[in-house]
Every structure is written in C-alpha cells, then in structure tokens.
C-alpha cells in the first residue's frame, strides 16, 4: 500500500483547506485510516480517524473544525480543515491501520500546512 498526501499549503488563520491522501497498492476500504499531525518540537499526534463503517473520531483540539471522510470507490481519504487556527501548523500525514491490531503500518509522506495569523 502506498499513499500520498497532498492538499497542504499556507493560509491565513480562520481560513479552510482540503488534505487529500490517495492510496495504491491495495483497496484499502475495509482499513481504519488516519490523519495525524507532527509541529516542530511537538509529538507526532492524531488529528482524526475512520473506520471501515465511517465511525470519526477527532483530537479534541479540531473537533468542529476539522472533517475526515474517505471515499472508498477512489481510495482516497479527505481531512477537511476549516476555522484553521496558528496552532493547525505542522506537516499532517496520512496512515492506514490494516487490522485495528497492529496500528498504523502505512504511511503518507506528509504535506505541510501552515497557518499565518
């Protein structure tokens, strides 16, 4: 499985952006699929999450401003970012868990969003 982010770029604060993470290799519908983020000096952490039956769930720093979905048929997963904050700042990544065991085994290569007050 191979996925590739895209989508990220510079905003101003209260702005939207839409992250696109296109997967290959493998359908990947039945996956639990993620969005984390990584700011520097900060740990990597999860922005969002669905599952294969559409189940969300939010970091509660983006809850209400931020939407995850996938669209199973194009293998891509979509974060919608809107009231998009200085703190949004930082690479985001895209992952896909094959199990809902063993965590996260696939990786995107990160798209960077910034966000200008």
């Known amino acids: 499985v191979q996925l590739q982010a895209s989508g990220g770029g510079l905003v101003q604060a209260g702005g939207s952006l839409r992250l696109s993470c296109a997967g290959s290799g493998r359908t990947f519908s039945t996956y639990i699929m993620g969005w984390f983020r990584q700011a520097p000096g900060k740990q990597r952490e999860l922005v969002a999450a669905?599952?294969?039956?559409?189940?969300?769930t939010y970091g509660d720093s983006v809850k209400g401003r931020f939407t995850i979905s996938r669209d199973n048929a194009k293998n891509t997963l979509y974060l919608e970012m809107n009231s998009l904050k200085p703190e949004d700042t930082a690479v985001y990544y895209c992952?896909?868990?094959?199990?809902?065991?063993?965590?996260?085994?696939?990786w995107g290569q990160g798209t960077l969003v910034t966000v200008s007050s």
């Open positions: 669905i599952f294969s039956d559409g189940r969300t």
């Open positions: 992952a896909a868990d094959p199990t809902g065991i063993n965590g996260y085994m696939y």
